[in-house]
Nanobody, 121 residues
Framework: QVHLVESGGGLVQAGGSLTLSCAAS????????VDWYRQPPGKQRELVAQ???????VYADSVKGRFTVSIDNAKHMGYLQMNNLKPEDTAVYYC???????????????WGQGTQVTVSS
């Protein structure tokens, strides 16, 4: 089973920046996309940004112009660069990869364990 691991979360002041990374363990041949979600305290999980292998991106309106999603197809990793962070960005951030081709076959809908991002005012 493939495991996704997020890293890069932490505590930052409003206006600061963080970069999250999402790495897939195991023998990976390819990933089709990387999606970033977040779950603020007491709220439902929401989509933040998406990127596919071709580089096409989608952003939630609340992060447009501040967050940048990227993918490294060679390393099978995804990144979320977060600039001008606001207190309302505080959440647990998760990466999701819809399809992973591995030496053991295809895995669908893989999730990481989440990384906490806290933005202080």
């Amino acid at each position: 089973q493939v495991h996704l691991v997020e890293s890069g979360g932490g505590l930052v002041q409003a206006g600061g920046s963080l970069t999250l990374s999402c790495a897939a363990s195991g023998i990976i041949f390819s990933i089709n996309a990387v999606d970033w979600y977040r779950q603020p305290p007491g709220k439902q999980r929401e989509l933040v940004a998406q990127i596919n292998r071709g580089g096409s991106t989608v952003y939630a309106d609340s992060v447009k112009g501040r967050f940048t999603v990227s993918i490294d197809n060679a390393k099978h990793m995804g990144y979320l660069q977060m600039n001008n962070l606001k207190p309302e960005d505080t959440a647990v951030y998760y990466c999701n990869v819809p399809l992973i081709a591995t030496n053991r076959g295809v895995e669908y809908d893989s999730w990481g364990q989440g990384t906490q991002v806290t933005v202080s005012s």
